[in-house]
């Protein structure tokens, strides 16, 4: 049985497609193996001839991966480009994994901890080519006013990190468990939960810059905004590196075969 | 008589399953065992290749699936059961007059060349 899972495994892992999408594959495709296998069985043959007619019948892993592909929609298989570099990397990336015993909160904590320094140079980055632009423009702020929005959007990015990682471990992991329509509303629950938490947090902004008037306001607003674009990039992209390998993993291993 | 295998399958394997799924619901296994059963032994399908051809349909919204329940207790793979949607059935219809016409031009050709 193990030789049907590992052919449907060599099938399925290297499809950039969603983590749900894969596993309606890994499924459907195991059924069918199995039912073949089954088959086999009733007709009289041996356990090993029955996995090897089967797999024979289901055709080439490599014919079978393209066209699997091909079935996925573009606009799917873009944002998952990142997963394969990304399982390279699991070893790398087991530290952040949930440890047995852990708290939500304090993996969330945990991982706010790793995520935000690393991307710290990316920050800096960005806010340096928008204040050199602006300062370019004969608009540039003082350093104290460039050190406050940094400032601002590092705290609001750790709190919005933060609440996403606790929703991604808890709530919705919880709710995946009563059925697909549910975990459907949850993952869109995750996406408006990080939005309102975006809003919340530019809101923080603004309140910092309100209450420190700037001669500069209409300065301020552009950064605000470009900054506020660039943000849930920065907090998806790691949020789906972190739990796309987890949650893979996690779901196929609770594909139970056999009764 | 030769099996039909490889592209000449692959190009009309949407057709089939559609004019399969037209005698009613079934799961992808099933779906090859008709198919097997209606090609009379000569269709050499690699049953892989069925789940791409299905996936591509539901996604048009020619066919939907469903996920079918296991009894309390019993574990493993579930299977998906797909139907034909209504606009799966006039999909259906069409290819298969556009399939008649093509079958008409073609073999009065070939007729006509013997």
Same mark, same amino acid.
């Given at each position: 049985?193990?030789?049907?899972?590992?052919?449907?495994?060599?099938?399925?892992?290297?499809?950039?497609?969603?983590?749900?999408?894969?596993?309606?594959?890994?499924?459907?495709?195991?059924?069918?193996?199995?039912?073949?296998?089954?088959?086999?069985?009733?007709?009289?043959?041996?356990?090993?001839?029955?996995?090897?007619?089967?797999?024979?019948?289901?055709?080439?892993?490599?014919?079978?991966?393209?066209?699997?592909?091909?079935?996925?929609?573009?606009?799917?298989?873009?944002?998952?480009?990142?997963?394969?570099?990304?399982?390279?990397?699991?070893?790398? +990336?087991?530290?952040?994994?949930?440890?047995?015993?852990?708290?939500?909160?304090?993996?969330?904590?945990?991982?706010?901890?790793?995520?935000?320094?690393?991307?710290?140079?990316?920050?800096?980055?960005?806010?340096?080519?928008?204040?050199?632009?602006?300062?370019?423009?004969?608009?540039?702020?003082?350093?104290?006013?460039?050190?406050?929005?940094?400032?601002?959007?590092?705290?609001?990015?750790?709190?919005?990190?933060?609440?996403?990682?606790?929703?991604?471990?808890?709530?919705?992991?919880?709710?995946?468990?009563?059925?697909?329509?549910?975990?459907?509303?949850?993952?869109?629950?995750?996406?408006?939960?990080?939005?309102?938490?975006?809003?919340?947090?530019?809101?923080?902004?603004?309140?910092?810059?309100?209450?420190?008037?700037?001669?500069?306001?209409?300065?301020?607003?552009?950064?605000?905004?470009?900054?506020?674009?660039?943000?849930?990039?920065?907090?998806?992209?790691?949020?789906?590196?972190?739990?796309?390998?987890?949650?893979?993993?996690?779901?196929?291993?609770?594909?139970?075969?056999?009764? | 008589?030769?099996?039909?295998? +490889?592209?000449?399958?692959?190009?009309?394997?949407?057709?089939?399953?559609?004019?399969?799924?037209?005698?009613?619901?079934?799961?992808?296994?099933?779906?090859?065992?008709?198919?097997?059963?209606?090609?009379?032994?000569?269709?050499?399908?690699?049953?892989?290749?069925?789940?791409?051809?299905?996936?591509?349909?539901?996604?048009?919204?020619?066919?939907?699936?469903?996920?079918?329940?296991?009894?309390?207790?019993?574990?493993?793979?579930?299977?998906?059961?797909?139907?034909?949607?209504?606009? +799966?059935?006039?999909?259906?219809?069409?290819?298969?007059?556009?399939?008649?016409?093509?079958?008409?031009?073609?073999?009065?050709?070939?007729?006509?060349?013997?």
């Amino acid at each position: 049985m193990r030789q049907l899972k590992v052919q449907v495994e060599r099938v399925v892992r290297p499809v950039r497609a969603s983590i749900g999408r894969k596993m309606q594959m890994r499924e459907e495709l195991l059924g069918h193996l199995e039912a073949g296998y089954q088959e086999g069985l009733a007709n009289g043959l041996k356990e090993e001839d029955a996995i090897r007619r089967a797999l024979e019948r289901f055709g080439s892993p490599g014919v079978l991966r393209a066209e699997l592909q091909a079935s996925v929609p573009v606009v799917e298989r873009v944002p998952y480009f990142v997963l394969p570099f990304h399982a390279r990397s699991t070893e790398a +990336g087991q530290p952040l994994w949930r440890r047995d015993d852990e708290s939500a909160l304090r993996r969330a904590w945990r991982l706010c901890r790793f995520v935000l320094p690393s991307c710290l140079p990316y920050f800096a980055g960005v806010y340096a080519l928008l204040f050199g632009y602006l300062a370019a423009s004969g608009k540039g702020l003082s350093l104290s006013e460039c050190a406050r929005f940094m400032a601002a959007f590092y705290v609001v990015s750790l709190a919005c990190f933060f609440l996403y990682v606790v929703f991604l471990d808890e709530v919705q992991q919880a709710l995946e468990t009563a059925g697909s329509s549910v975990h459907r509303i949850a993952r869109i629950g995750g996406w408006c939960l990080l939005a309102i938490a975006l809003l919340m947090g530019s809101g923080a902004s603004i309140w910092l810059i309100a209450g420190n008037p700037s001669p500069h306001a209409h300065v301020s607003w552009q950064i605000l905004v470009a900054a506020s674009v660039l943000m849930p990039a920065m907090l998806v992209c790691p949020a789906i590196a972190l739990t796309a390998d987890r949650k893979r993993r996690e779901e196929w291993e609770n594909l139970i075969l056999d009764g | 008589m030769n099996e039909i295998s +490889g592209d000449t399958l692959r190009g009309h394997l949407e057709m089939m399953v559609l004019a399969v799924l037209s005698h009613g619901e079934a799961h992808g296994y099933e779906i090859a065992r008709r198919l097997e059963e209606h090609g009379s032994g000569l269709l050499e399908l690699k049953e892989g290749t069925l789940y791409p051809a299905l996936y591509r349909l539901e996604e048009a919204g020619h066919i939907r699936g469903r996920w079918e329940e296991k009894p309390t207790g019993i574990r493993g793979p579930r299977r998906r059961t797909y139907r034909l949607t209504p606009k +799966g059935l006039r999909e259906l219809a069409l290819r298969q007059e556009s399939w008649r016409r093509f079958v008409n031009v073609v073999g009065g050709i070939l007729e006509a060349a013997t």
